[in-house]
Nanobody, 121 residues
Framework: QVQLVESGGGLVQPGGSLKLSCIASGSIFSVYAMGWYRQAPGKQRELVAT???????KYADSVKGRFTISRDNAKNTVYLQMNSLEPEDTGVYYC???????????????WGRGTQVAVSS
């Protein structure tokens, strides 16, 4: 199977920075798109940023100019650099990856268990 493990969350003051990491491991043939989503208390999970295997990125309007998504294909790892954090960025951040487990398999989306980010003074 495939596992996604996030790290790097924590408590930070407004205006601060955090860098999240997510490593995909297991029976992986190829990893296609990877991304970050978040869920604030009482709200639905929402897209934060995605990145294709070739490096094309997409961001939610609320994080443009503050967050940067990147990846290391050799390590099956995706990162999220978060700067100028605001209290509204508080939530659980989940990693998502589109993974093929074999040359003839159909890509499937896997999720990590999430890492908590809290922005508060």
């Amino acid at each position: 199977q495939v596992q996604l493990v996030e790290s790097g969350g924590g408590l930070v003051q407004p205006g601060g920075s955090l860098k999240l990491s997510c490593i995909a491991s297991g029976s992986i043939f190829s990893v296609y798109a990877m991304g970050w989503y978040r869920q604030a208390p009482g709200k639905q999970r929402e897209l934060v940023a995605t990145i294709t295997r070739g490096g094309s990125t997409k961001y939610a309007d609320s994080v443009k100019g503050r967050f940067t998504i990147s990846r290391d294909n050799a390590k099956n790892t995706v990162y999220l650099q978060m700067n100028s954090l605001e209290p509204e960025d508080t939530g659980v951040y989940y990693c998502n990856a589109e993974v093929c487990i074999g040359s003839m398999s159909v890509p499937y989306h896997y999720w990590g268990r999430g890492t908590q980010v809290a922005v508060s003074s």
